[in-house]
Each structure stands twice: as C-alpha cells, then as structure tokens.
C-alpha cells in the first residue's frame, strides 16, 4: 500500500481468494435482468467479481430492473395517487414511490460490496493478471538458465 493502513486495522495475510469467472446469468432473468448481468460484468474491473459473489450480483439486477419498473410507472401515473379512505378521497404517495426507494437501497448496498461504487473501488485492489513472465512454468525456467 503507498499510504500504509490509515485505518489501522490488521491486515489479513491470509485472505481467501475465490477463484473462477462468473459467466451466465439464472436461467430465470427476465431480459432486462439479464441486461444489467452483461453490463456489470462487462464494466467491473477485470478479476473483481467471482463465482462466489453471484448472489450480491443477483441482488443487484434484481433491484436495478424493479427500480427501472417503478420508475417508469411513476412517470405514467405520478409520484401522488388519489384514494378512497372513509368515503373520503385523500391524496397520497404511489405505491411506486416506496418500491422506488427499497430498489434503490438495495442497489446502493450490493453495489458496495461488489466495490462498484467511487469510495468502494477507492477500497478494492485486484491483483493485476498474471503475465506470461508471472507464472509458476516461467519461474521454473528461469531457474534453469
């Protein structure tokens, strides 16, 4: 790190790292969901997101296509609705409003996770790839000469 651990926490040197490359999105993404699968994995950094983050991943898409839904209901029927309460009609938030909202929430907190957000990344290191003089057959041959 070039400026040390200003957190102060202890670093832990023996830190799992999953493996894999996530790949295709549940059989049961609406086409909207399946969108948002393809542009995440296509934006994230190289090597951030693995099989083993699939279900905040999940979470994510999920939310963004419902936030996207509510969005556009709220536009055709507006952010007040009017309702019948005691025989009188009284005006009140769009259920969307509040579907909106949970979306929203549910977006921002997987996003962090996934370091997706600008002071997430600013807290994720990916280690770079492996270039063909990295590898554990270059090493060996290195050895030899």
């Not at 799992?16 to 086409?31: A, C, Q």
């Not at 409003?97 to 929430?105: C, D, F, T, Y």
């Amino acid at each position: 790190m070039v400026t040390g651990n200003p957190g102060r926490r202890a670093i832990n040197a023996h830190e799992p790292v999953p493996l894999g490359v996530i790949s295709d999105p549940p059989p049961w993404f609406t086409d909207e969901q399946r969108a948002e699968w393809a542009k995440v994995l296509a934006d994230a950094p190289p090597g951030l997101l693995k099989p083993l983050d699939s279900g905040v991943l999940i979470i994510f898409c999920v939310a963004k296509a419902m936030h996207a839904e509510a969005s556009q209901k709220i536009q055709q029927y507006g952010a007040v609705v009017k309702k019948t309460v005691n025989g009188q009609t009284v005006h009140g938030p769009s259920p969307y409003v509040r579907i909106l909202e949970k979306a929203a929430m549910q977006m921002q907190r997987a996003a962090v996770e996934m370091g997706l957000t600008p002071s997430a990344r600013s807290r994720v290191s990916v280690p770079p790839a492996e270039s063909k003089s990295q590898t554990a057959f270059a090493d060996l041959k290195d050895m030899g000469d």
